[in-house]
């Protein structure tokens, strides 16, 4: 390879990551302002009743039961200090314990049951 090519390609490769790094931060800013706003139109998301948690993509986890899963995509809304159970029966504490956010059929398998 020509030493001209080199440059030429170590230049796109910094101006794609400079690309990406800016497109990153804009990208997180807007995410933040969005989970803002849902917790200003939503409130506590644990007091929603259970057809509303439905709505939002909240899923039973047995029929048994009355955990309802959380949706990925919600977990930053439940407010910090909030008990969580998981699907094996474990308690955690959201913003205080570590909460695995793996994810099964769109939600974690952490929950909590609706008041």
Do not use: Q
Request: glycine fraction near 6%.
């Amino acid at each position: 390879m020509s030493k001209n090519l080199t440059t030429v390609m170590k230049d796109i490769g910094l101006t794609l990551m400079s690309t990406l790094e800016y497109s990153y931060e804009e990208i997180k800013e807007e995410h933040s302002k969005i989970k803002e706003t849902l917790k200003a139109i939503i409130g506590d998301i644990t007091e929603l009743s259970v057809d509303e948690l439905k709505e939002l993509g909240f899923k039973k986890w047995e029929e048994e039961s009355e955990l309802y899963l959380i949706p990925l995509w919600a977990f930053d809304l439940i407010p910090d200090g909030t008990v969580l159970e998981s699907i094996s029966g474990e308690r955690a504490i959201k913003g205080k314990d570590e909460i695995d956010l793996d994810v099964r059929i769109g939600c974690i398998a952490w929950g909590f049951e609706p008041k």
